[in-house]
């Protein structure tokens, strides 16, 4: 029992790690294509600043580093959503070929 919790619990680590590592690497391949930062993503970054109550930002460079911080999230989420969904593929098809 305690070796299957530790594989579960060395699965979900994995999992993370690579999620995050995916995400970033999606993120620098993201960054080097060249466009001005859309204007939703603008529009929501000072969304949240207003809501955390930092409505003037003191230098206008960082709004490119939210933006990035934001696509790496993004990337990050993506990669996770991705590697879970082969997770479940791969459990589906070793259920149904045991059977």
Known sequence: MNRQLAMKILAVVVFVVVSVIGGWYLACLFSLLPFNMPDFVDGFIRFV???????????ADDMEMLALLLYWIVSTLLVGGLIFAGYRTL???QRTAHR
């Open 91 to 93: 459990r589906r098809y």
């Open 49 to 59: 600043l207003s809501v955390t109550g930092n409505n003037d930002l003191a230098n």
